[in-house]
């Protein structure tokens, strides 16, 4: 991999000169709760001074923009007895700022489903080709595993990644793309000053991420509490609000619907992000729903980010991004969760 | 007009209105870039707020409002002896909704407060359900344009059409809203049913349960969220018997 330094006027200017030509996305403070915390968003901005790099996490992941909740996948026009069908995923290109090593990861894990699986969606793969990934490092946000799952860090799917340094930031380059682009604001080769400055920070960061949950091998520990009643405990809580998979960033299930125009001369098919918690989502022809329980869709949703997924991909979809936890209104927690499962193990 | 090759049939469709704002009928008469369409498609033979048109021979009835009086008991028993189907259209025909908070007083004392010395003939407020059977329930305070537009075409055309069985929730979530617990409100939306787009806790205020229970609600687990975040049983339970539609749960 490829380092620069740039100093942070030069950021700013690559974050203007992006900006007079598409969209730039990135952390942006939209409010407050009842307790006075800020809370985040990834939102367009209009100058660099909006993106709000202090950020501890964002509400939702940033992958929305890659998989939209909702999203037309063809339109088609009736004609007397024929019909016509149009398929756009032609996209504007975009640049998200700031993105922390867990976003990028659930980006990584989305690429091995929908750009280099069996069946690429070429939707995705327009919308990932199309954006501009700034990564960024950051301290552990409260309630994070990140580092259990090691997700910490990325090395890859990002044009380019920063290391904050105080008065410039240590820049790695992850595309041709984003070499291009540190050409036209003049950033550095890096000095042997750099690379001891970002290596002492980068050794402070990881000090700062404590591994919360013990999650090798958590396949087979699944397989052995199948029948566990810590499913039961959770499960009871959970009220099929499917609130968790819309704040996941690598959760992708959806649902595909046709409507049809009112007068009757349009028709269009839609994809909506569906959950595996909500309780119609195993309901097949007939009506039978082969998981009518909460406790068991609640089950399944961590088989399939914790066993399932790995089976297919040899690593968990999981980022220890914790979301879900927080987005909880029953307070279902996936450190809780695993911890229960290890502890009712060695009992 | 026809659609995959099939000429509609253009049902006649009737409007009524009983113990209501009349908001849903005015619901039907909104949502204009599509309005034209709409009453291409239906052939209104009743419908007294936009059409002069009191004939009979419906074979829909779109029904709004609540029974309260028993002049509306008549009345309904014989729209649904002439209607194949009988749609109730709103919370207070699928509910009772708000009017149904009458019930929890004594009726004399209730009519003296509204009507003073001129007190009027009333009922106990009921649900359409609980007076005629109902064919199609569409709830909402008011419904849904968008909603009634897919029923008809389901009606007309057998057009596939199912609420969402999930709660409101998901809507706030798919259209990035912040939670409204989290801004210290209390909100029904986690055993509610969606359909309606969440536009309440958009709007900053928690979900009022227009919409009557999601198809599957954990309810002790909804009153141990809401007692934990300090709301008062008084808060919950006014809120749940607002539009009446968790009797029976709450």
């Not at chain 1, 030509?21 to 009842?34: A, F, L, N, Q, W």
């Not at chain 1, 409260?142 to 240590?170: A, I, K, P, Q």
């Not at chain 2, 019930?103 to 001129?118: C, H, I, P, S, T």
Request: proline share 5%; with cysteine.
């Amino acid at each position: 991999m490829l380092f620069r330094c740039l100093s942070k006027e030069g950021f700013r200017d690559l974050v203007e000169m992006t900006l007079e030509t598409i969209e730039v996305v990135g952390p942006k403070e939209i409010g407050r709760d009842k307790d006075d915390n800020p809370i985040h968003h990834y939102l367009p901005v209009s100058n660099p001074d909006e993106l709000d790099f202090d950020y501890a996490t964002t509400e939702y992941s940033a992958k929305t923009y890659f998989l939209p909740f909702q999203e037309n996948l063809s339109t088609y026009r009736f004609d007397e007895d024929d019909w016509t069908q149009d398929i756009r995923y032609r996209i504007q290109p975009r640049a998200i700022i700031g993105l922390h090593a867990c976003d990028i990861n659930g980006l990584l894990k989305l690429d091995k489903v929908f750009a280099r699986d069996f069946f690429p969606s070429p939707y995705y793969i327009s919308r990932r080709e199309n954006t501009f990934i700034v990564g960024i490092d950051h301290e552990p946000c409260e309630g994070g595993f990140c580092r259990s799952l090691g997700t910490d860090t990325v090395t890859h799917g990002f044009d380019l990644f920063l290391t904050d340094l105080g008065d410039r930031y240590f820049v790695a380059i992850g595309s041709d793309r984003g070499f291009g682009a540190l050409q036209k604001v003049h950033a550095r080769e890096i000095t042997d000053e750099d690379t001891h400055d970002y290596l002492t920070e980068r050794q402070r960061l990881a000090g700062l991420f404590q591994a919360e949950v013990p999650v090798h091998d958590l396949g087979t520990l699944l397989d052995i509490e199948f029948t566990s009643e810590v499913w039961e405990k959770w499960g009871r809580k959970c009220m099929s609000c499917g609130s968790c998979a819309m704040v996941c960033p690598t959760c992708y299930c959806y649902g595909v619907m046709e409507k049809v125009s009112m007068d009757f001369e349009r028709g269009v098919k839609q994809r909506q992000a569906y959950s595996c918690n909500l309780v119609d989502f195993a309901e097949v022809a007939g009506g039978h729903n082969f998981r009518p329980d909460s406790t068991t869709r609640l089950k399944y949703r961590y088989y399939h980010q914790h066993r399932g997924f790995v089976e297919i991909y040899d690593e968990p979809k999981c980022v220890g991004c914790n979301r879900c936890g927080r987005t909880c209104l029953a307070g279902i927690s996936p450190v809780e969760v695993i911890t229960d499962l290890q502890m009712d193990e060695q009992t | 007009m026809k659609y995959l090759g099939i000429e509609s049939q253009r049902p006649k469709i009737g409007v009524f209105d009983f113990t209501g704002c009349e908001g849903c009928q005015l619901q039907l008469a909104n949502k204009e870039e599509t309005l034209a369409a709409f009453l291409s498609c239906i052939d209104v033979v009743c419908f007294r707020e936009i059409s002069s048109a009191s004939g009979e021979g419906f074979t829909i009835a779109l029904v709004e409002g609540a029974i309260s009086r028993e002049d509306e008991v008549e009345r309904i028993r014989w729209i649904r002896e002439q209607a194949e189907v009988l749609v109730a259209l709103g919370s207070c025909a699928c509910f009772g909704g708000v009017n149904r908070l009458k019930n929890d007083f004594d009726l004399d004392e209730a009519n003296r407060e509204v009507y003073g010395d001129q007190p009027k003939p009333t009922l106990p407020v009921r649900a359409i359900n609980e007076v005629v059977p109902v064919d199609l329930e569409i709830p909402g305070c008011p419904v849904s344009k968008a909603e009634v537009e897919r029923v008809v075409q389901h009606l007309i055309w057998e057009v596939p059409f199912r609420f969402p069985a999930y709660p409101v929730c998901l809507e706030c979530k798919q259209r990035y809203t912040v939670c409204v617990f989290e801004m210290g409100e209390l909100c029904l939306g986690p055993i509610t049913r969606a359909g309606c787009d969440a536009p309440c806790p958009a709007a900053g205020l928690g979900c009022w349960g227009c919409r009557g229970p999601a198809q599957e609600t954990n309810f002790e687990e909804f009153l141990s969220v809401a007692r934990e975040r300090g709301f008062s049983e008084d808060e919950i339970v006014d809120r749940l018997a607002f539009f009446g539609g968790f009797r029976g749960i709450a």
